[in-house]
């Protein structure tokens, strides 16, 4: 968004500011060191046309603190817009979070909190926009987690001048214990979970909140960009559905509990808006508006509606890929089986019709897991016979799994969309009755790149999807070596017509910009994330035009 301020609009005063219960500028910014009082930087987020919720946390306090925040129009803060105190303590583990209002749309501005004598870094953000907009750069980013290695491409996000803002597609944390997904990393690279087990409690996932947000790649990014961020499975527990997750046991206490505290977590260390007392936590969905442009909706897929998680078990109980595609289409493709709450559709419904009677150009969907459909290739050639020689017992066991599922043709993926094809199918249904077959679908979790074509049922182009790879998490399938990986992801493209690129064999994000004629998404890859010193390459470009009432490859 480009945005300009008059002096008018700098001298207009906020006269009144939320207080929830507690970046980069165009002209790059002095990296600030963090100091001990804000060891977690400051954030912003969740913005509209005249608000936006700026964040920090104090540390070293065991009372509760008076802490005061300021907006300028200016780096050197002489032309205040807002300012004000607020009081903060361990009800909500001293983290801040105010909602700034009566800003003016398309405004940027910066923001600083102060405790006692000790300042914070300096932060920047902006409202969202109305009437025409030029343009809009988006920075894709999923999958963080912190054993695996340093948050680099979000220190390239953060670099970015022309990033407008960041869409986090979820999986900000990992649960895991120090022995669990990415545990060897993080002794290798001194970036071990804390606490070390995996966490349960409120004070847990407090904790391990504060761990990620001590990464200073992460601290970068948060202070020069506003955060448009929705949850997936690993802010609560791995594959969470209505009532349980496939990483919750029963000697880890009850669901609903662990949930409650993940999200309580969840809103504290995240700069968004805390939900009405009215309204259940879990209902987390957002429609954000930029101007005459675009649309963004953000989905909530894991607490709200979600049906539980349907697996194959063992594939020999299939005697051949007919037994198993009816197995599929009449459990896995049940029409009962849902991944969004009716809430969550009702929504939908509205807002589609008001982002297409408001004229907009783009409806762009913040999603969590792929929705493309796909099956699995066959793996029958000489190449990966070759290549199981060589690989662990590990890789030999992923292998054979996947050679199986291609044999029977069917999907391997049933925590994603294609594990819920009737709730897809009535997503389609959705979009088409509010006059929309234009979708721009972004989404994370897979730990893969992926520049995908979506289909309805009836084979009616809904739109593209582009799907960004993990902040630093590996995909799955990196058992099988860099070659067989690659191989891997060009058989998936060839045999499925859903699939036009895909590589699971990088670290990244996506920056996806926008006008009123078409979008480019470049796929941006970390060459490193062992140490902070990194390069960046663009491996792979999508290029979108609107034709034929739809979105369409260029």
């Known amino acids: 968004m480009t945005a300009k301020i008059t002096r008018r609009q700098a ?54 603190v008076d802490v005061g925040w300021t907006v300028a129009a200016d780096a050197g803060f002489e032309t205040i817009i807002a300012q004000g105190r607020v009081t903060t303590g361990s009800n ?31 932060g920047r953000s902006k409202t969202l ?126 669901w609903p509990t662990r949930r409650a505290a993940s999200l309580k977590a969840f809103f504290e260390w995240m700069p968004v808006r805390d939900p009405a007392e009215s309204s259940a936590p879990e209902k987390y969905w957002r429609h954000y508006k930029f101007g005459d442009l675009a649309s963004l909706l953000t989905l909530e897929s894991r607490h709200t509606g979600r049906s539980e998680q349907i697996e194959y078990g063992d594939l020999s109980r299939f005697a051949n890929a007919d037994e198993a595609q009816d197995f599929y289409r009449d459990v896995v493709a049940a029409p009962d089986r849902n991944f969004l709450s009716d809430d969550m559709e009702a929504f939908l419904g509205t807002e589609f019709r008001e982002s297409v009677s408001a004229g907009r150009r783009w409806r762009i969907i913040g999603n969590q897991s792929v929705m493309a459909h796909s099956v699995m290739p066959r793996i029958d050639e000489p190449f990966f016979a070759e290549l199981r020689e060589q690989l662990d017992n590990e890789g030999r066991a992923t292998l054979d799994n996947l050679k199986h599922l291609g ?103 996506i920056r996806l910009a926008i006008d009123h004629d078409g979008a480019r998404a470049d796929y941006v890859a970390v060459t490193n994330i062992e140490s902070r010193d990194y390069d960046t390459n663009i491996i792979y470009t999508a290029n979108i035009e609107h034709l034929g009432g739809t979105l369409r490859y260029a």
């Open 11 to 64: 001298l207009l005063g906020v006269s009144s500011t939320l207080l929830l219960q507690a970046a980069c500028s165009t002209t790059r910014m002095p990296r600030e060191r963090a100091n001990e009082v804000f060891a977690h930087g400051v954030a912003s987020g969740d913005p509209d046309q005249s608000s936006v919720v700026i964040w920090t946390r104090v540390s070293g306090f065991d009372q509760s």
């Open 92 to 122: 909500r583990d001293h983290t801040v979070k105010v909602v700034v209002n009566e800003l003016q749309p398309g405004q940027a501005f910066f923001y600083r909190f102060a405790a006692g004598a000790a300042i914070s870094p300096t």
């Open 129 to 254: 926009p109305v009437g025409h907009l030029d343009k809009l750069v988006i920075a894709v980013a999923s999958c963080s987690n912190y054993p695996f290695g340093y948050f680099n491409a979000y220190d390239s996000i953060a670099n970015d001048a022309d990033v407008d803002v960041v869409a986090h597609l979820g999986d900000y944390i990992y649960e895991y214990d120090e022995d669990g997904y990415g545990g060897d990393m993080g002794r290798r690279l001194g970036r071990v979970h804390a606490p070390r087990h995996e966490i349960v409690s409120l004070t847990d996932y407090r904790q391990r909140h504060a761990q990620y947000k001590s990464d200073a790649g992460s601290r970068a990014m948060h202070a020069r960009h506003p955060l448009i961020v929705i949850w997936d499975d690993h802010e609560s527990a791995n594959n969470p559905w209505m009532e349980g997750a496939e990483n919750h046991q029963p000697d880890e206490g009850d």
């Open 407 to 509: 044999e029977l043709r069917i999907p391997g993926d049933l925590d994603a969309w294609t594990g819920y094809p009737a709730a897809r199918q009535r997503f389609f249904k959705l979009a088409q009755d509010a006059g929309v077959q234009d979708l721009l679908v972004l989404s994370g979790d897979s730990h893969s790149y992926w520049a995908n074509a979506l289909y309805g049922d009836d084979g009616q182009s809904m739109g593209v999807e582009l799907g960004t790879t993990g902040i630093t998490s590996p995909r799955s399938l990196a058992v099988l070596g860099e070659q067989g990986l690659q191989r891997f992801d060009e058989l998936n493209a060839a045999i499925n017509p859903g699939i036009v690129w895909a590589n699971g064999r990088h670290r990244g994000y």
